[in-house]
């Protein structure tokens, strides 16, 4: 991951980004509970990377032990305020081992488009740590690259108040990497800039891959909805049993 897109998860304009989808993390809560009554699975999570906690908090309210992990102090200063009752914890995915050791969740979930921030060799290495920390179900949810490529705009605005955010973006085929220059205006004043990319991916690379570590594709489903993942839709959750 580029040092920027590190300084920018620290930042207090992620924090504001993260804020503005506080309450999808209810939803998200929700249908995860939902997911564990159908496949009578426990009520240990590991929310991982858990970000500002707003899945974390959910599923705690609705009786979930949880353990959120997450690389950035800033947001974890944030979920810890919010959430008292789940147990929040700094470590890198990649290295999930040195955080929760040998210890065993239920559910382990990796939410909202957090693979592909390093190379293909790391994403592979959290594969195999969601893999290790689960004793029964995995569930991945990212955007879905077939998508993104034919409906990614070049620029596109959105107004996060109060600031103005301008996206460049780039694809490289070759690579599947989207770069992203992010430009944070206020007033009409450039105020702040990100620089980063993220390789997507199409569903098939994930469940090869899942497949090759030894876990079974349950199914997949589009975004945080019961309808089954069609290859246009925005994002793709998968389930997994190990
Ligand atoms: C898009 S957010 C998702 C957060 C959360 N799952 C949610 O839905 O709100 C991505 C998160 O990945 C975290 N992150 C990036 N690299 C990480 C790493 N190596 N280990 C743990 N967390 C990481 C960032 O700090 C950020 O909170």
């Known amino acids: 991951m580029s040092e920027s897109v590190e300084k920018f998860f620290e930042s207090d304009l992620y924090v504001s980004e993260m804020l503005k989808v506080w309450e999808e993390g209810k939803e998200w809560a929700e249908w995860l509970d939902s997911l564990a009554k159908k496949t009578s699975s426990g009520r240990d999570v590991l929310d991982v990377p858990c970000g500002i906690g707003r899945i974390s908090h959910s599923l705690s309210e609705l009786?979930?032990?949880?353990?959120?992990?997450?690389?950035?102090?800033?947001?974890?200063?944030?979920?810890?305020?919010?959430?008292?009752?789940?147990?929040?914890?700094?470590?890198?995915?990649?290295?999930?081992?040195?955080?929760?050791?040998?210890?065993?969740?239920?559910?382990?979930i990796n939410i909202f488009n957090s693979l592909g921030y390093y190379s293909?060799?790391?994403?592979?290495?959290?594969?195999?740590?969601?893999?290790?920390?689960?004793?029964?179900?995995?569930?991945?949810?990212?955007?879905?690259?077939?998508?993104?490529?034919?409906?990614?705009?070049?620029?596109?605005?959105?107004?996060?108040?109060?600031?103005?955010?301008?996206?460049?973006?780039?694809?490289?085929?070759?690579?599947?990497?989207?770069?992203?220059?992010?430009?944070?205006?206020?007033?009409?004043k450039e105020v702040d800039r990100f620089e980063f990319s993220q390789r997507l991916y199409s569903l098939h690379e994930i469940v090869r891959e899942l497949k090759r570590l030894g876990l079974t594709v349950l199914n997949v489903y589009s975004g945080h909805s019961w309808k089954q993942f069609d290859v246009m839709d925005p994002q793709m959750t998968i389930v997994a049993k190990v």
């Open 120 to 188: 293909e060799e790391d994403d592979i290495e959290i594969l195999k740590n969601l893999r290790d920390s689960s004793r029964k179900l995995v569930v991945i949810n990212i955007d879905n690259r077939d998508f993104v490529i034919y409906n990614l705009p070049s620029v596109r605005h959105i107004y996060i108040p109060p600031y103005l955010v301008v996206d460049a973006n780039e694809f490289d085929v070759s690579t599947s990497r989207l770069r992203v220059i992010r430009t944070y205006y206020l007033n009409g």
């Open 63 to 108: 009786g979930y032990n949880v353990v959120g992990v997450d690389i950035s102090e800033r947001l974890l200063e944030v979920a810890k305020a919010r959430s008292p009752k789940v147990t929040f914890l700094k470590g890198d995915m990649r290295r999930l081992k040195d955080v929760i050791g040998d210890r065993k969740f239920d559910l382990v």
